[in-house]
């Protein structure tokens, strides 16, 4: 009786031995034979009381050690099928295929207007200068010969620093004319681009932030001739050979005689669109010959020195160049917009 017992372990014992399973579904029938809740070990650990007194702890460890062996051959065939499945994936891979491609970024709008505007005036001796955004009273309006009670230094208009008063973000590039004439004498040919703040409200039309490209050149004998023919080379390099310029009279308080600056509309070649509200022209940009006084309050002797400033909004050229219709769009950096213009780069 015993040794039928014996023998029934023993061809388990060979079977699992001989067990071969290859996919992942044999090797899972593998595991419901010997290692399931039905498994066909259970009933053998039944045999026991058929086996004689003196051989009861050898069958013990028999069919102890059966299932020990089901346990450790099953952890290696589960572990050799994951690992196929694995390299299985890995054949699939073409290694020579093209890499996922990098995406560019792109450059914003704002900063490509900027840069083609330096180019131009670069091109004809005109350094670029930095400065400050955050301003004090002095360099923004008093030196800039914009009196204590000028509407400009409203506080509608200007930011000031909640604790420091005579501080502010700067209201125009103007500023710069005053930091460069203050620290450098003539001859100074220079464009100062960079951010501006005023406290306006925000619409499709103007925003609390944007950008200028201030000029100014300081010399001797420095023309109002110099000045329109700086700003007709301008106007033709940016927005092509045909572009006429107008100046119509205006009013700055640190220009003397002043001038708005129009060009002929590039979009419908002056022949009425919606852009030029059907006029033909378009306002670009603010100048005139530097008032003697703001010469004097920056200690250059306006005796013997004359210069002539500009002042343009880059905004304003981004949506007529683009054409964009709010604003709005150059601050939200929503991708879908900035995106259309990576072929600018
Ligand atoms: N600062 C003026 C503005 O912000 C523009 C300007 C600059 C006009 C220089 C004349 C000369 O509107």
Redesign the pocket.
């Known amino acids: 009786m015993s040794a039928e017992v014996f023998e029934k372990v023993k061809q388990v014992e060979e079977e699992i031995n001989l067990a071969n399973p290859g996919d992942e579904a044999s090797v899972e029938a593998f595991r419901i034979r010997f290692l399931g809740s039905k498994n066909i070990l259970k009933p053998l650990f039944g045999e026991i009381r058929n086996v004689e007194p003196a051989r009861k702890k050898e069958f013990g460890q028999l069919v102890n050690s059966v299932k020990q062996l089901a346990e450790t051959k099953y952890q290696n065939l589960k572990e050799a099928s994951q690992n196929e499945a694995a390299s299985k994936k890995q054949e699939g891979m073409d290694l020579s295929a093209p890499g996922i491609p990098l995406r560019l970024g792109s450059r914003h709008p704002i900063s490509i207007t900027m840069d083609r505007i330096i180019g131009i005036f670069e091109k004809i001796g005109f350094g670029v200068a930095q400065e400050r955004e955050i301003e004090d009273d002095w360099h923004n309006f008093t030196a800039m010969n914009t009196p204590e009670d000028h509407p400009a230094r409203d506080m509608q208009d200007t930011f000031y620093l909640r604790d420091f008063s005579n501080y502010l973000l700067r209201?125009?590039?103007?500023s710069v004319?005053a930091r460069v004439m203050t620290t450098s004498q003539p001859p100074i040919r220079i464009i100062a681009p960079g951010r501006?703040y005023r406290n306006e409200t925000i619409s499709a039309r103007s925003h609390c932030q944007f950008h200028?490209v201030?000029?100014l050149y300081v010399d001797e004998k420095v023309s109002f001739a110099d000045l329109k023919q700086s700003l007709l080379y301008f106007a033709q390099e940016m927005y092509g050979p045909e572009t006429e310029i107008r100046m119509r009279p205006s009013f700055?308080p640190?220009?003397e005689p002043?001038a708005e600056v129009d060009v002929s509309c590039f979009i419908c070649d002056a022949k009425g669109c919606s852009v030029c509200k059907y006029t033909g022209w378009v306002e670009i940009?603010?100048?005139?010959m530097v008032d003697p006084a703001v010469l004097s309050n920056c200690n250059i002797d306006p005796e013997k020195y004359t210069g002539f400033?500009?002042?343009?909004g880059i905004e304003r050229q981004a949506m007529m160049l683009y054409k964009v219709e709010d604003i709005r769009l150059f601050f939200e950096n929503d991708i879908r917009f900035l995106k259309q213009f990576r072929s600018a780069l």
């Open positions: 209201t125009h590039t103007s004319q501006v200028q201030e000029g700055f640190f220009t002043s940009m603010g100048c005139g400033a500009f002042g343009m």
